[in-house]
């Protein structure tokens, strides 16, 4: 069973797709929690942090300079800006296809929720 984000992938649902290349896509979030809210996402389907591999290193190192990318070219880099990836259900992950969040465009305030 391929995941949502697979299928935004492949073209078969739509997405605001911002980026692509044999390793990575990036799109913007439907439910965006800031001006700007990218998802970079593996094209392969890899559950979570957990599951990645010494094989994935490309890919793992693709989305972070992918983000960096993707945050010059939204004009947030010299303001600032936050990378975020979910795991499992502490970390509040929704949606089981490793992605990247970048977040920015507005002060993003403390990192975690106040307990
Ligand atoms: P997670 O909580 O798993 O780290 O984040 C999942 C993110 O995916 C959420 O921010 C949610 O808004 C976003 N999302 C879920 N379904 C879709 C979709 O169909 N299209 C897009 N563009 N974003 C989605």
Known sequence: MS??????????????????????????????????HILIVPNKEIATVNELSEEDERVAGRLLLVA???????????DGYRLMINCNAHGGQEVFHVHMH?????????????R
């Open 3 to 36: 995941t949502i984000f697979s299928k935004i992938i492949a073209g078969d649902i739509p997405a605001d797709i911002v980026y692509q290349d044999e390793l990575v896509t990036a799109f913007r979030d439907i439910n965006p929690q800031a001006p700007t």
């Open 68 to 78: 960096k990318k993707l945050a010059a070219q939204e004009g947030i880099a010299e």
């Open 102 to 114: 970048l977040l920015g465009g507005r002060p993003l305030g403390p990192m975690l929720m106040r």
